[in-house]
Structures are given as C-alpha cells and as structure tokens.
C-alpha cells in the first residue's frame, strides 16, 4: 500500500476499473502504473524485498496493478494475469483437478476450452460430460457425485450465444463440493457479475472486451471470497483456499501476463464501460437490422426475446453484449457473407472496438468439428464493433445482397 491506495470496494464499476490498484506511483507521481520492465529486484540484505518484489515470474508490479484492478472489477478476493485466457484456464484445472475426477462442461463452450479438456486434460485421466448448459436440470444429471470436481460455465456461449443459470447452477455445483468456474470473457465484469451470483472463480480471456484494442493476449482468474478448492483436496502451500492454490500454480507453472501486456490491458480495463455501452446500442442495431432481413434464416442474441436464454440473461445481465450470431442456410452463403464485407474484417478473436466477422465452423471453432461441440455450418458470428452504426448496417446490407446474388447466379 502507498499513501495514496484507496479502498474502491464501495465504488461504482467504472471508478473501481479506473483507480482500483493504479494508485499514483510514490516515486514520481505518475499517475498511470509505469512498465516495470523487469526481471528482477534489488533485496536490501538477504530476503530484504522492498514491497514483496523479488522476481517478475512471481511478481511484478504492472501485472499487481492489473490482477488488483481485476479482482476490483469482479469483486474478487484476487486476481492472477496470464499469458493468455487458455493459460489461466489451464492453470486452474492443474489446480483443482487430479486423475479420476470429472468435470461438467458446456456442450457449447469455445473450441479451446474443450479441446484444452478432452484433449490435454483427458490423456492425464479427466473425463468429461459435456452437457447443455441452458438445461440446470441436465447439468444435475451430468453430474457425478464424488467425482465431479469442476462444473464450467460459459455465458453467453461462444459462438451460439446459449445462457446458463449462474445461480441455479452453482447451487447443483455447491451441493457435491465441486467447483463453480464461469468464463466471463463474452458479458465482462461489467454487464455480468458471476461471483455475486455464486461463481467460485471467474475466468477471462482478456485478449476480448477488456484490452479492447486487438493488440494484446492474456488471461485471468479471479477467485471470489472465501473461495476454496474442489471438496477433500489440499493444496499445494497445505491450505483449502482456492486463491491460496491458485497463487501458487501461477508462480510454480509460471505462464505469467508479461509487465507490457499487463499494461495494455489494464489500459483496456478503464475505458471497459464506456466501451461495452456502445458495442451493446450497435449490436442491438445489428440485431434489429438482421432480424428485418429475408435471406437471415436465424438471429442468436439473447437480447432477443424469442431466445430461449432471455429471462435468465435478463436477470443476471444489466446488457446483452456486443456478440451476435445469425444462420444464412447454407455454408456457401455464410462463406461468401464473410467474404464481402468491408467495415466488418474477417478474422478471428473478439471484442475489440474494430467489427469482426468470422465462420465458426472453419475458424474458432475447427477443432471441435466432428465431436459433440460442432458448430453449425452457416452460421456467421459477429462481433460488433464502436464505429458508426449506419456503417455497419450498410456493410452488413451490401454483404448479404451480395451473397444472395451469388446464391441465385449458382442456382440459375
Ligand atoms: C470465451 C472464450 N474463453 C477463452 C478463450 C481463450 O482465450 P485466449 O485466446 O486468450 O487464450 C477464448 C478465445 O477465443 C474465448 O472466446
């Protein structure tokens, strides 16, 4: 603590991301937390750490301003940056998982995710249920008492845009001792709150909406208050804490967010609300514009309506977010939709201020192809950027006209 930390807790969402751990630095008073570019730190006499710091793997003083800021923002007990959202992801599991154990995942999670489990996971003897998540009841019924250690939620799902019952989910996950993990990398801690909802840990590729720029990858977890490991296992340092264990393989596995990455992020963390504002009023002008649309067989938001999630995601969401996802009706037309657009860049990732659109099926989502996780094939996501509206209905207008016409040309 300097003199000039503050307790945030009481603030609002904004003020929290904007000050919480980025108070002014004590040497020169600038008041953004420099780039400590730095491996390691000077020790007055043997084990003489100033403030902690002993060595950047295990901690840095960027990367504390973020994961202080993060944990801030989800209303955490703390927070650890990593190199990449698949990296915390991984980190987690090594914590809580040993071989035999199970977990619940979503039968639509993002392609990493159930790669990371089925596949890296799975060879260390972790199985796997995945299940719809839309469904609390089947969730129970995945459910393996004793051996299902970790139940993963994803809400909105990527790419489908399904909702899951935080509450009541984490209620079926309590009654075993398993973990609740929710990735919150779709909503942000600004329009959805997991842990107040009774998430055990929250994890974010923060590659997404919270660096905001598409310049830098990385990755979090932050662990709620009081947070403890799966029922029956101990962690590394003898203690049940979920943070406590966390810390540890953070440090012990070491795939660390670097004191650069931690910046821009931590950038990207303060303009959050103001961002995700306008991706929320440009994707329901999206939304509004697809549904009008003749040659758009299916709109995915759970702003909607008529979506199955959009009580649930009303409840437990203050927006719906930036993401957006339609059905054409055929591949080759979701692939020429991708092919034409101009405003919208056809590339994968999300969540920056600049519009993407991408094919799920043979992007972000390859690797799930032929398991029960395939995507369907003409599906397009979107992931609505902040430039003017009227320019991306016009993108998105002249797209579908075109893809229509090649539709009809290769039927005539
Ligand atoms: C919902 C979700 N979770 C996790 C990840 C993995 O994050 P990263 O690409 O930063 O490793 C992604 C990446 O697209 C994602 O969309």
Redesign the pocket.
Known sequence: MTPDDLDWSASGFSTRAIHAGQAADPTTGAVVPPIFQVSTYKQDGVGGLRGGYEYSRSANPTRTALEEALAAAEGGAGAAAFA????A?DTLLRAVLRPGDHVVVPDDA?G??YRLIARVFGPWGIEHTAVDLSDPDAVLAAIQPGRTKVVWV?TPT?PLLGIADIAAIAVHAQSVGALLVV?N??ATPYLQQPLALGADVVVH?T??YIGGHSDV???ALVVGDGAQLPVGLVGPTGTTSLLDAVRFHHNASGAVAGPFDAWLTLRGLRTLAVRMDRHVANAAAVVDFLSGRPDVAEVLYPGLESHPGHEVAARQMSAFGGMVAFRTGSESTALAVCAATRVFTLAE??GGVESLVEHPYRM?HGSVVGTALEVPDDLVRLSVGIEDADDLLADLARALDLASDLAQGSQS
């Open positions: 990449s959202g698949l990296a992801e993002y990493g995710t994803e990527n990735d990398t779709f590729s590659t997404k990858v990385g990755g990732s999300l972000t």
